[in-house]
Nanobody, 125 residues
């Protein structure tokens, strides 16, 4: 059973940083790729970043490159999203998701089988 729980969201000023965590309470965390997505009010869910099972491959949406870093610690069943130089347009609910079927990193939501409940990130100007 995969159960993902995000944490680390909050209110931050523009230019600030946050680190989101995604913990899996199951025992097969290393067996799937992890993706971070976000959904802003009135907008569709969008890919942010993804990381392969062993952490060797990462992928980012263009607007996040250089600002966000995805990582994982399989020993802790946890994935992270370090967000720097935050902008008001980064305000959204951030979700982590797990892809149990593929070895690579997918950037579309339909590829992911399990989702967390989300954590709110608000960036003030």
């Amino acid at each position: 059973q995969v159960r993902l729980v995000e944490s680390g969201g909050g209110l931050v000023q523009a230019g600030g940083s946050l680190r989101l965590s995604c913990v899996d309470s199951g025992r097969t965390f290393s067996g799937y790729a992890v993706g971070w997505f976000r959904q802003a009010p009135g907008k569709e869910r969008a890919f942010v970043a993804g990381i392969s099972r062993n952490g060797g491959t990462t992928k980012y949406a263009d607007s996040m490159k250089g600002r966000f870093t995805i990582s994982r610690d399989n020993a802790k069943n946890t994935a992270y999203l370090q967000m720097n130089s935050l902008k008001p347009e980064d305000t959204a609910v951030y979700f982590c998701a797990a892809d149990a079927r593929r070895s690579g990193v997918e950037d579309v939501g339909v590829a992911y089988d399990y989702w967390g409940q989300g954590t709110q990130v608000t960036v003030s100007s």
